[in-house]
Structures are given as structure tokens and as C-alpha cells.
């Protein structure tokens, strides 16, 4: 050895393997400009699809006449349901089981309903053609409040539906109504309740808010009649899903479907669902026999996609009087809008909701939702959680502080004296599942420390008796929030969409010259995948990062997966790429073996190859046995290095973690300042913990968002009011605060690498804290529970009505 | 509807173009230049995606039209790069601080903080959050962009980048 030989960690620091805050890939190409958005694919000869909406949120359709469209300059379609209809698509499947107009068939039921469609030769001329088509409707009563849904004299949504007694989840009970789901021991938990020394019941409801990712939801389709074959360019978070979904619904066979998602601006569960849009651009592909590019705008994103949340949650603890829980109930009143179009796997209608008991050690639980349909938008996300965790986290986050402010305990207190302990896990759930891994204690206690509780507690405790005293206008809130997510969809047994089992995949080959790529099931929207699928790769089998291309998002080419949605890709697809990393190794170790003359078993790895036990010198590098892969391998052995893997995962992960937000809020006018916020998260293994802290940044701040102000509302007859970025609250640098990020690191036991998923746990993990700060601010005027979002208006509503303002 | 020839300097080429008059400039920069580094994410002037530098100034191209251009030096994200075709100090500091996730605001992003250092070199925090508040990003929750452009301004001006301390 002489001085130029690289020390291990030289070796080590080489790879840029996991645990390395790898610099990302990607940002060579974004940085300059040269990203490929759906937007940015243009086909010869592509023409453009554009939608007339309804301006009315329930009316039937009398007529439709395209007459003047078609004479617009540069038109040459107008496709209608009756179009649609030809071609058996008038109305499509929706993720939950239900089924979705298309375009609008004799009805439209929510504001800005896709009616007709018109393509034209480029954009403008297809919106000249919009103006120009005439449709003739009977307004019918909205139906907005989802409380009035079940109401006996509730107008009727879907007439499709009328008299059906049972739906795609078991009995309806009205005509609006789309399923009743329940989970958990109803008689235990009602015992608990009647023999409980102290219970708390709150009406909480979760706003219906939106993902609006910075790019819209778009697509270019372009059928080759010849050929008989359909190539789709979509922002499309799951490519293999869509192409099923195309082969099964358009009976095309699935290998003449070539589904692309290029790079993606920003997915956060919007770009999930299937849209009219596509189906629409696909049809005029075929009746063309020109390519369509459909591109929605961001008044149509926000209206008429996939809306997020919108629970409301009747929530209700038992326990001691020295704060143990004993119990929870909750009923959920789920406004699913026009359409049930929630991208949940199909077993659970309201997902993981039951994931309620949260991080506490419930004996017993039950819960009951409903969901029925309303006159606005289909299609419930989940955006930025995994099948409807937030709304979960959200509930008993908020429920264990009302508990605590009732018993006047410390809410860390409480959360501490119940969270679930070390040793019991892998933890049982009183609602059925099973928790793999997880240390609450030692995450709420660094937390604590971290940001000086005690000490900010007693500050709060001052300015409230400076407050009383009139000295200040300002109140304090501190803000927990401890959740357990459930990320990972999903293991075969109990998660699927559209009957398809939801594991991931990954192929690996090396070529000889050491370098290589990995094919993925997963599609990254942002989450940096080109850069952390590779470090896994580099550290499994020792070679540089930078040596392994990853591709994803091409149905031709890629293994077939379940997309990246519901923080699903580390916990399935990183499983898959370790796996398949494993094959690969397993098989050099064989070369190597063979090139060293020695047996396997006398073989160890080290860092970047294989070394003889006991005899350092005798080494292999990867890189040279890649090369060895394609022309010395042992007599008998087949050529070449690469390996799939389809990992269908044992058992979902659970991350956790530990926030706290510091609000004062100025009563006089509503206006509240986050003076701190800290989250500690827990997501086990962490591969690239640059991405990770810049994965939690951006959660929180959407979570900051819907917490404080973000959400679309309607009108009492059925208007969408907050249609733009100038009413939808997007914060922008000056509001957005300062984010404090630390960790914890507990690996799931059942991950081949220990990792368990980070990307939604901030959005699940903020609104709570949020929504805490807000409600600990007021608690001491007399308030038990304020309904978000928290802008300054509500604030200042809220101390006027508690009367803290004249 | 009959059309208008524009022509103005785009990254420092002379470009030309026949456009209705109610083209939007994004529109000209991404179809008939085909230059796709300007991004669409609102339409109405909010998000910044669409932003290009115009005359030395920050420019929403998703509100203007092509016409109104006529004449004018733009540079978009195409033109942000050094002489010598390497990332300059801005992109390199979206790379190194972790100031970009999905990419798609990153163009506008880069652009305006072109304009933000060449009007104040060494701006604060709060100067900088303020002074790209036209931009939405709905991935990184600005702290790592504010960074990126500190990092800039620290390698522009010649001195070592500092970590704000928390
Ligand atoms: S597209 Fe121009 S500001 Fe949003
Ligand atoms: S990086 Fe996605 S919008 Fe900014």
C-alpha cells in the first residue's frame, strides 16, 4: 500500500452511497431550462383540446349546439357525450368504485363540470370555438352543504343511482348517500364510554383544500391508426395504472398503449386520478388522427380536479381522570362531492382513516363514516398523506389537546403518559393494524428539549397574565402535534387499486463497463429519485452513484409499478431496488468467487467489492467484475448482470414524529406571527438527508397553508369562490416562516434497508400544530375548539366572540 | 385573425415571428421559439413561472403580449448560464442549497433573482423573501431558494457564503 491507496472512507465517500447528501442530478437540467414537462412535447401536426364548463353546479343539459363552434377558424371537432357515447366512454370508472361522467350526459352536478369538448389548431382558436358553443340548461337546486345531503327532501345528484339500494361499499341509506364504513369494537367502545370518569365530543372538520401543484394536470395523445397504437404524454403520478386503465376501458391491447410521464411539476396526489381530459384528448386522437394535447389552466385545476379533505369529524375520548384514554369515537360525514372519485385502495373507502387512534395506546376504538354526495367537485386526494392519514393525524391531534385542556393537564403530559410504549411494539391497534416500529418517548422528549417547552410554557403562562392585566393584545400558543403515520402502500393483502395489488418494482442492469442503470415503477414529481434510487444501488452493490442512470416514467421500458403517491416509493420501490441490488450481488459474488479461485463463502464485501477472508489483497472491485459479468463468467453461468425485483412489502411503515409550533397572534386584528417551528421526524433509514430536510420544508409549508388560510369554498348555491391564486391562499417566501428540522431514527424492522417514507409526514404532522397553536392561544379565553383555516379573520372573529375584542 | 410581425432580442439573438396580436408572450417564447425553459403555472400573473427579464426587468410573459415586446432584450433561463455554457452562480446555488425539487418554478425563480442581485448584490433575508414573492414555489417552502440566493450573491461578490445561523 502507498499513499495514493484510498482510505476506506475515500472508498466509502466514492460511492456517494446512502446516508450522503448527495447533490441531485436533476437540477442540471431544471436550473438551465431544460426539464421536459408534459407542456413541453410537441408532435407534428398536434392539435389542441380545450373544455366548455358549466357555469351551473346542478342543472340538466337541454341542448348542446355546436353549430357557430364549427365554423370558427382553425376548429375541427366538438366532442360531446353523445360523441362519447359512440365509443362507450361516455362515463368512466373511478378509483373508488364508483363511476364518473365524462362529459356532461343530460346533467351537470358541481360548477365548471367538463360539457364539451373542442379542438382546434392551437389553443387560441380553440377557446374562439368555446365561446362559440351554445348549451341550454335547466337549472336544478344545489345541494352544498353536506349535512343537508341525507335530508328526506334533498334534491336527488344521481339520477344514474337513483333506487339503488347498495354500492361499490355495501348499503346506501338515501339517494345521496354513497357508503356507510365501519371499523373497530362498537360495543367495547360504548362500555368504555358509559363506565369513562371523563370524555370530551367535538364537531372537528378538516376543510376542503386543494394540492395545486405548480403544474397543471396535462397530457398529448396521439393514436397511430395504422398501427393501432395510443402513445399518452401525462403528468401521471402512476404511468402503469393509467396504461391498465386505458387497455381495460378503451379494450385496446395494453402493449399497443405506450404511457410516458416525463418530468413532473409538482404532483402532491393531484396527478393520481384519471380526468376527463385524458379520455377526452385520447378520443380526439382517434377521431382526428392527429395528436391532442389537452393543457388545464389553473382555474380549472383548482375547480373541477381532485379536491383534498373535506371531513368532518364527530370526535369523542373517554378516559381517567388521571388522563388515561380509554376509548375513541369518531364519525366522520365525508363530502365526496359530485362523483365518488377518492384515489383510496379500493378495500377502504375512507383509506387509512383508521390510523385515528394515532400514536396513543387506545384499548379500544370505533369508527363509522359516511360518505355522500354533494354538488361540487369529485375526486378526494390524497394530497400530501397517505389515503386519508392527515384527516386522521388531524382529529385526535386536535382531540387529545381538547381532552387535555379539560383535565388541565399539559398536552405533552397527556400525549406522554399515553403514547404507545418501546416495547410494544410491533403494536396492535385497538382498529387493526400493525405498527412495525416506533420510540414516541425519546421523539417527544428531544423535542422538548430541543425547544425549551418548559420555559415557553411559562412565558405563555406570563403573557396571559399580562393580557388579563390589559398590558398586551398579543396571545401565545404552543402548538403539538405527535403523529404516526402509515405510509407504504401497499402489501398485497390489503391494498389495491382497481384490484391491482399495490407493490413496486425495479430492474437493474450493469453493463460491463461498471456503469449502469435502474428502471423504476415509481414516477418522481420532485421527491429526486434520479438521485437517491442510485445511492441505495451504491451502496448495496459499491458502485459510484454517479456510475447508475435511473430512468422512470416509461411503460415500454420500465418494470411494472404502482406509481409514486401516498409516500409509497421508499417503503415499496426502495425495497425493490435493495432487492433487486441483492440479486445482482449475489451473482457477483459467484464471479468474483470463480476469478479469485476460492469458494463464495470464503468471500466477504467490502465497501466496492469482494475481498478473501483473511487475505486483503486478494480483491475484486464491482467494476471489474461488470466487466467480468460479460466475459469470464464460470463455465455454465449465463452472461450479463441484472436483476428485477417486485416487492410486494410484509406490512405498511410508520413514521412519526414531533412538532411544535410558537404563534402569537395580535387579537385586535387577527394577524398571528409563527415565531418558531420545529419538527423532529422519525422515517427511519435516511438515504439523502438533504432531501429529506428539503421534503419536510416543503410539507410544512403546504401544511402552513391549509393550517391558516387555504381552502375552497363554495358558495350556498353551489359557486366556487376561490377559483384563482388570488383567493386560494399560496404563500409565497414573505409569509412562509422559518422551518427548524431535526430527527430521530427508528428503522422498520421489515424494510431491507430500515426506511420507512418522510414525504407527506410534515403536511400530516403541521396542520395539527398549526391548529393547536391557534386553539392553545384562545384556550384560556374560554374556547375549546376553533374550525381551521386560521386566517387573520377567523382570529380576529374568534376574540371578538370570546370577547376579548369589543 | 390576421398577424404581426414581431421582432426583438431573446438571450442576446435577434428573433422574429409572425403572432395575432393577442399572443402572449410566453406563448411566443415557448411555441414559435420553442424555447420551453419559461414555464405556465396560473395564467394571471401570480405564480412567477413564467417570469423573463425584459429591459433589465422582471417580467410575468403569461400578461403581456408578444406585440407589447416588440423591440425589446429578454433573457430567459436559456440565456442564465455562463459565457462558457457552465451553470452560473445562481444556478449553481439552487444545486448546491437544494433550492429546487420538482423545477417547474425554478426558471422563474432564477430569472428574478438574476434581476434581484444585479439591483441589490448583497440583500438580506427579508430583502430577498420580499423580493421574490412574485414567485410561488409549492415544493421547498422557499427556505433552501432564500439560501440558493444568498450563495449566489456571496460567490458574485467574492466572499465566502456564510450560513445565516438559525
Ligand atoms: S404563469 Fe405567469 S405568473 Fe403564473
Ligand atoms: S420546485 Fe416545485 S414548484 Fe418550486
New binding site residues.
Partial sequence: MNDLTPTREQREAALEGMGCKRKRVEDIRFTQGKGNYVDDVKLPGMLHGDFVRSPHPHARVKKIDDSEALKVPGVLAVITAETLKTVNLAWMPTLAGDVQMVLADGKVLFQNQEVAFVVATDRYAADDGINKVIVEYEPLPPLVDPFKSMDKDAPVLREDLVGKTSGAHGPRKHDNHIFEWTVGDKELTDAAFNKAEVKIKEMISYHRTHPSP?ETCQCVCSFDKIKGELTIYGTFQAPHVIRTVVALIAKLPEQKIHVIAPDI??GFGNKVGAYPGYICAAVASIVTGKPVKWVEDRIENLTATSFARDYHMTTEIAATRDGKVTGLRVHVLADHGAFDACADPSKWPAGFFNIVTGSYDFPTAHLAVDGVYTNKAPGGVAYRCSFRVTEAAYCIERAMDILAQKLKMDPAELRLKNFIKPEQFPYHSALGWEYDSGDYHTAMRKMMETTGYAALRKEQAEKREAFKRGETREVMGLGISFFTEIVGAGPSKNCDILGIAMFDSCEIRMHPTGAGIARMGTKSQ?QGHETTWAQIIATEIGIPADNIMVEEGNTDTAPYGLGTYGSRSTPVAGAAIAMAARKIKAKAQMIAAYRLEVHEDDLEFDIDGFRVKGLPEKFMSMKDICWAAYNSVPPGMEPGLEAVSYYDPPNMTYPFGAYLCVMDIDVDTGVYKVRRFYALDDCGTRINPMIIEGQVHGGLTEAFAIAMGQEIRYDEVGNVVTGSFMDFFMPTAVETPHWETDFTVTPSPHHPIGAKGVGESPNVGGVPAFSNAVNDAFSFLGSTHIQMPHDFWRNWKAAKDLGAVA | MAKTHVTMKVNGAEVEGLVEPRTLLVHFIRENLQMTGTHIGCETTHCGACTVDIDGMSVKSCTMFAVQAQGSDITTVEGMANADGTLSALQEGFRMMHG???????PGMIVRAHRLLKENPSPSEPEIRMGISGNI????GYQNIVRAIQYAAAKINGVEFQEAAE
Fill in positions: 405548480l411539476g409538482g420532485g | 429546487l425539487q420538482c423545477g417547474f418554478c425554478t414555489c409549492r415544493c421547498t
